[in-house]
């Protein structure tokens, strides 16, 4: 008879777990058992179908682990009763572990209230310190996920002598590097481009980038599904394929197994999908989700990056030396104009990740870390305080020949346990606290991120280090405390010792005394931070965000190839959009603040002076309304005029100074490039725009007339791309929500093969400019205020337990004549010491901290006196707190009754 | 594991679960669930053996001596994994004795009228 799939499935289960717990039973016992098992179960499953199997397996599952740890089932197979010699149980040798497994199982259940805590405190910090390990391993420690990633390099293109770098480098000369085998093991050429997918669901502009064969080989990556690109794909007529991200495999195709070989139309053309992704991969940036071919030969035109393998034994810093000796020969052959005529070689991934987002995240790592110690500060303090308590059964099983090692192999079993029950708890805590992490953390700081943040084996394995490290390191004190007491000492009912001894008293405040330096290093970030945040919210963004809203198009190449058929489109658009009802102002840019215009670092040479090389300036095309309408202040001359050339220039106020930094820059003159021939006369300065409001660095920007409808597209591969150009629109309007869908509507009613690519509110887009700082100080409140709760919880602890054990002596003095408020005010007086103590510690600590991470601290002194004071308060507070309720327990101590209890 | 003395009342009193095994034993050889489903019987629901805590007992009863494991298999077909229990004639000498003095208890029992009139003997 075929057994029914329940059945089968807890006999499966039934057996490997009888493997599990009792490997010295013979195999032909086991599967004895395994078919009576199973007859029960399918017993159970004729009277109570599926239901009944779980119970019954429930039951049976009871049943085992009570035979595996001994606990009741000797009684219940013994043969005679128990007047009778008593019998061994058959068991093989080395069987004093699992007799300490069950000691230790049996002495952690008696206090259970304290194991529920210490599993508690313990998971609750596992999580924590691994979620934020997480996100610091993604963005920090391993930015790029792939094999051996110290040998990925990108090849720059650099101004020879100078800093200035660009990450590209032009198409066609690119092959030259990847021939380079004394150089390069592999290497291969990417550019981010869009691709306008339009079947298998809604029409849709998707981040892509196309990839030439042999990139994700060098990589290290392979395809989940069907192939990579091969040889040869690229070339027109070969480069009608396509590999999918998991994202667009799960949303266009239904994850359905057999996608290769299907069609999805990119571009226009129909595309073979020869391959899927794995579900984390990413490459170039964060955004891509589709990948296409290219093949770049010495006609290829435009720009490309460069991801190549170092050759196995070659170092970076020779790499780097023959990178730049050879830059300045390859680039010579190009047919493109191009100022970089030199070559540099950077690690993949190294630029991704700003200096700033680094010292956030080795913040966080670090406050993680602090609040770790501290949850192992108050385990070890539960530890020790249960010493006290069990220190007579201490004492007998050494009286009775228990040996110290003994004593402390069953405090390591303990401990082990607990560690291995908190961390039955964290798994699920951290794979939330991950979920969370993912979602909260801000887009910037994951830009450029090729590591997505989740649980892998690496976080694995740290997961369970700290579970194992942590409950050892909290439960060793004890332990050997514990093991080194005088038998004789514990032994005497009379004993007086309270907790034992000065020395394990002085030991268990010492502990409190760390925890509460730990809480003012947190407390003291926090308010740092905090105090950084408001200053960073106050600062004037130099133009007005209120209904302002942002319209970003892209033309297509086919509807738009033209500068004059993009032109005429602005202009009918910015007419339609001018008449709409609730719109004060339109006008058209290139980028719209605070986002930035055209970045450009060339040198900059004022008249009459050096020039200065490598200075970031944001460039922003303009019409001559355009400050009025984003309501940018000018503060010295005049705007554009109607058709102005593009050599009479605004700019910013920081840009001005820099150069002219006592007298008014209106009528100077200066130049882009010590090489250009053309002098551009600064016509005007505006406010500087604040692009990163918490940026201590002042942002350059320039505003020049706009001459030509469009910019030159962004993208090096544009040129022959979908996209011909891009545009922005900042528009004024009264009423941002009511206005959005009508402004949709007129960009339609002009062109609707136009992709708008967003129409945002730009204070909602200033607003998101502090989702790093936000995120920051979020955490940092958090594990400031857990870092608080456990260093109060810790005083009280220390305190109650002290009062406990000192409840004779009190009793004594309240009978000689002491004041119970004397007494409290002694209580009280002692957790303050204890406070004042760390405080002193604490403070010295941070402020040598905040001196390292002072730059991340926005207009606020790492030795900021208000942050310092409020902290002192806080903590004062909390320890006066924690301290009232033991000190009134000794107030209200009986004297009579203590002593008559003695 | 150091032999007894064969005199059965030396295992006595038996545990309830031991004398319950034997018991299911004593008519029959039985495979594991059998022993289970038995005892189950004899004690109207009340005594429901999981199967560790039966193997626990058959072992000890094994190692004691008192059943043995059987070869026999009373269907054509039945499972070679099942392995049958069978009462040793110490086992059956022992679960005599235990019934004997069971049945002591319960005449005591009667003559002090706990369970009605003594019946004659």
């Given at each position: 008879m075929s057994l029914p799939l329940s059945v089968r499935t807890a006999s499966r289960v039934y057996r490997m777990a009888l493997r599990v717990s009792s490997g010295s039973t013979s195999e032909s016992r086991r599967a004895d058992m395994v078919q009576t098992f199973t007859d029960a179960c399918l017993a159970a499953w004729q009277r109570g179908g599926a239901p009944g199997v779980f119970g019954r397996s429930i039951g049976e599952s009871w049943d085992l682990a009570r035979l595996t740890m001994r606990f009741g089932v000797r009684r219940a197979a013994q043969v005679s009763m128990p007047r009778a010699a008593p019998r061994r149980w058959p068991r093989p040798g080395g069987w004093a572990f699992t007799t300490d497994v069950r000691h230790a199982c049996r002495s952690l259940l008696t206090g259970r209230a304290d194991l529920g805590l210490s599993v508690t405190l313990l998971a609750l910090g596992v999580a924590t310190s691994s979620s934020i390990f997480g996100v610091a391993d993604a963005l920090v420690l391993h930015p790029v996920p792939f094999p051996h990633p110290d040998r990925l390099v990108q090849v720059w293109s650099a101004v020879p002598g100078q800093k200035a770098t660009t990450p590209v480098i032009p198409s066609d000369v690119a092959q030259r590097w990847i021939e380079r085998t004394d150089l390069f093991v592999s290497g291969g050429f990417s550019q981010p481009t869009s691709a306008l997918v339009t079947d298998h669901g809604d029409p849709a502009l998707i981040p892509a980038a196309q990839v030439s064969p042999g990139l994700f080989e060098t990589l290290g990556v392979r395809p989940v599904l069907g192939r990579s690109f091969a040889v040869g794909e690229g070339r027109p007529g070969a480069d009608h394929v396509v590999i999918l991200s998991d994202e667009v495999w799960t949303e266009r195709f239904g994850r359905v197994r057999d996608v290769v070989g299907q069609t999805l139309k990119v571009n226009g053309a129909d595309c073979i999908v020869i391959g899927v992704m794995a579900r984390d991969f990413r490459f170039p940036q964060e955004r891509q989700r589709l990948w296409m071919p290219l093949t770049l030969d010495g006609n290829a035109s435009g720009f490309t990056f460069l991801t190549a393998r170092l050759r196995d034994g070659l170092s970076r810093e020779v790499a780097q030396a023959q990178v730049e000796a050879a830059g300045p020969g390859i680039a010579a052959q190009t047919r493109r104009p191009w100022r970089y005529r030199g070559a540099a070689l950077v690690a993949l991934g190294s630029w991704l990740i700003g200096d700033e987002t680094r010292r956030t995240v080795w913040l966080l790592f670090g406050s993680t870390a602090l609040l770790l110690v501290m949850v192992c500060l108050n385990v070890t303090n539960l530890g020790l305080a249960r010493l006290v308590e069990r220190r007579r059964d201490v004492a007998i099983r050494s009286a009775l020949g228990a040996s110290r090692l003994r004593l402390l192999r069953h405090a390591f079993i303990e401990q082990m346990l607990v560690g291995l029950v908190a961390l039955a708890v964290a798994l699920p805590l951290t794979l939330g606290g991950l979920r969370l992490a993912h979602a909260l953390v801000p887009p910037g700081f994951m830009f450029g991120s090729l590591h997505v943040i989740g649980l892998d084996t690496r976080l694995l394995v740290v997961m369970i280090g700290l579970t194992i490290a942590a409950p050892l390191l909290a439960g060793l004190t004890p332990a050997l405390a514990g093991s080194r007491r005088s038998v004789l000492t514990d032994l005497r009912l009379e004993s007086r010792s309270t907790i034992g001894t000065g020395q394990s008293w002085l030991f268990r405040q010492s502990l409190v005394v760390l925890e509460v330096a730990c809480a003012v290093v947190l407390l003291v970030s926090a308010a740092l931070v905090g105090r950084s945040f408001v200053r960073v919210q106050q600062v004037d963004l130099g133009f007005d965000s209120r209904n302002l809203l942002s319209v970003g198009l892209e033309f297509p190449s086919t509807t738009f190839p033209t500068d004059l058929s993009r032109d005429l489109y602005v202009q009918h658009a910015t007419g339609r959009i001018a008449h709409l009802p609730g719109v004060t102002a339109v006008t058209p840019a290139t980028g719209v603040p605070p986002v930035s215009g055209l970045i450009s670092f060339g040198s900059v040479v004022a008249e009459g002076q050096p020039g200065r090389p490598n200075v970031p300036v944001s460039g922003y095309d303009v019409e001559p309304d355009f400050f009025a309408t984003v309501g940018v202040r000018l503060i010295a001359g005049r705007p554009p005029a109607p058709n102005e050339g593009k050599t009479h220039v605004v700019l910013s106020e920081s840009l001005a100074t820099m150069l002219w930094p006592h007298d008014t820059a209106v009528g100077k003159r200066l130049r882009w490039d010590e090489d250009s021939p053309v002098w551009n006369d600064v016509i005007g300065v505006a406010a500087t725009i604040r692009e990163n409001r918490d940026s201590p660095q002042p942002q350059l920007q320039v505003y020049i007339p706009r001459q030509h409808a469009f910019m030159a597209t962004s993208s090096p591969a544009a040129a022959t791309g979908p996209v011909s150009g891009y545009m922005d629109l900042a528009v004024r309007v009264a009423d941002p929500a009511a206005t959005v869908p009508l402004i949709r509507q007129a960009l339609r009613e002009t062109d609707?093969?136009?992709?708008?690519?967003a129409v945002a509110r730009v204070d909602d887009t200033v607003a998101h400019d502090l989702d790093g700082p936000r995120f920051l100080l979020a955490l940092m409140v958090t594990f400031a205020v857990a870092g608080l709760v456990l260093s109060a919880a810790g005083i009280y602890g220390v305190l109650s337990c002290l009062v406990s054990q000192q409840l004779r002596e009190i009793g004594v003095r309240l009978m000689l004549g002491a004041e119970p408020r004397a007494i409290a005010r002694r209580v009280m007086y002692g957790g303050l010491a204890t406070v004042a103590i760390g405080l002193g510690i604490g403070m010295c600590v941070t402020a040598a901290v905040a001196r390292v991470l002072g730059s991340l601290f926005f207009s606020v002194q790492p030795h900021d006196g208000w942050s310092y004071g409020i902290v002192t308060l806080m903590l004062l507070l909390a320890g006066g707190a924690s301290a009232w309720r033991p000190a009134q327990r000794a107030r209200r101590a009986d004297p009579l009754a203590l002593l008559r209890d003695e | 594991m150091p032999h007894r003395d064969?005199?059965?009342?030396?295992?006595?009193?038996?545990?309830p679960l031991a004398f319950q095994a034997l018991l299911a034993l004593a008519d029959m050889e039985r495979h594991g669930y059998a022993i289970m489903r038995e005892i189950e019987s004899h004690t109207a629901g009340r005594v429901r053996l999981r199967t560790g805590t039966l193997y626990t007992l058959l072992q000890r009863l094994l190692d004691e001596r008192l059943i043995e494991e059987s070869d026999a298999r009373p269907a054509a077909g039945d499972d070679t994994r099942r392995r049958y229990y069978a009462l040793t004639s110490l086992g059956r000498r022992v679960l005599t004795a235990e019934a004997h003095r069971l049945e002591g208890l319960v005449g005591a029992a009667r003559r002090k009228r706990v369970l009605g009139r003594p019946s004659r003997a």
């Open positions: 609707p093969s136009v992709v708008v690519q | 064969v005199d059965p009342r030396s295992w006595l009193p038996l545990t």
